[in-house]
C-alpha cells in the first residue's frame, strides 16, 4: 500500500514523560473498560454514522502523531468513502485502526448500543464516573504539556491536517 509521508507536527513538542503518562492513563481506561466490545463493525469510526467523534486533546494529538509517522505516514486511499459516512482518516480500507495502539481516549471509550461486556453486561454498566475521572486527568495532562494549547478538537481535525500536508 502506498504510504504519504508522516504528518508534519500540528502540536507543540511532547516530551517523553508525559507521554509516558497517558499512556498509563489509557491502561487504567482498559482496566474500566475491560471486556467490552462490539462486533467489530467500525460504525464508531464512521462519524456521519454516530454523530459522534473523538476530541483528542495536545498531548494525545502527540501520540497519535507518534503513531502515525512510525507507521510511515497515512496510507493513499484505495477506496472511495461514501461521503455521509466521514470515516475516520485512520481507518484502513480493510476495516482496521491503523494506529491501534495510540488511538485517543474517545476511541476507547465509545461503545455503541451493540458493545456487551464480558458477561453480557450492556454500555449501560460501564464504569462511567470513573471512566469520566480518567478523562479529566487526561485533559489536566495535557494542560500541563501543553499549557498554550486550546483545548481538545475534532480528530477528523486533526488529521485533515495531516492530509493537507501530504499533498
Not at 498531548?59 to 461521503?83: I, N
Request: aromatic fraction near 6%; hydrophobic fraction near 30%.
Amino acid at each position: 500500500m502506498p504510504r504519504g509521508p508522516g504528518p508534519r507536527s500540528s502540536s507543540p513538542v511532547v516530551g517523553e514523560p508525559f507521554l509516558a503518562q497517558l499512556r498509563t492513563l489509557y491502561d487504567e481506561v482498559s482496566v474500566l473498560t475491560g471486556g467490552f466490545g462490539c462486533d467489530a463493525s467500525t460504525d464508531c469510526c464512521r462519524f456521519g454514522v454516530t454523530g459522534r467523534e473523538p476530541y483528542p486533546t495536545a498531548v494525545e494529538v502527540a501520540l497519535l502523531e507518534r503513531g502515525v509517522r512510525a507507521r510511515g505516514g497515512l496510507p493513499r486511499r484505495r477506496t472511495l468513502p461514501v461521503a455521509d459516512e466521514r470515516r475516520c482518516a485512520l481507518l484502513s480500507d480493510e476495516g482496521r485502526c491503523l494506529v491501534y495502539e495510540a488511538r485517543p481516549f474517545g476511541c476507547r471509550t465509545f461503545f455503541c448500543e451493540r458493545a456487551r461486556g464480558p458477561a453480557g453486561e450492556g454500555v449501560r454498566d460501564l464504569p462511567r464516573r470513573d471512566i469520566q475521572d480518567v478523562a479529566r486527568r487526561i485533559a489536566d495532562l495535557s494542560a500541563r504539556a501543553v499549557p498554550e494549547d486550546p483545548g481538545p478538537r475534532p480528530l477528523s481535525r486533526v488529521t485533515a491536517t495531516w492530509d493537507a500536508k501530504r499533498r
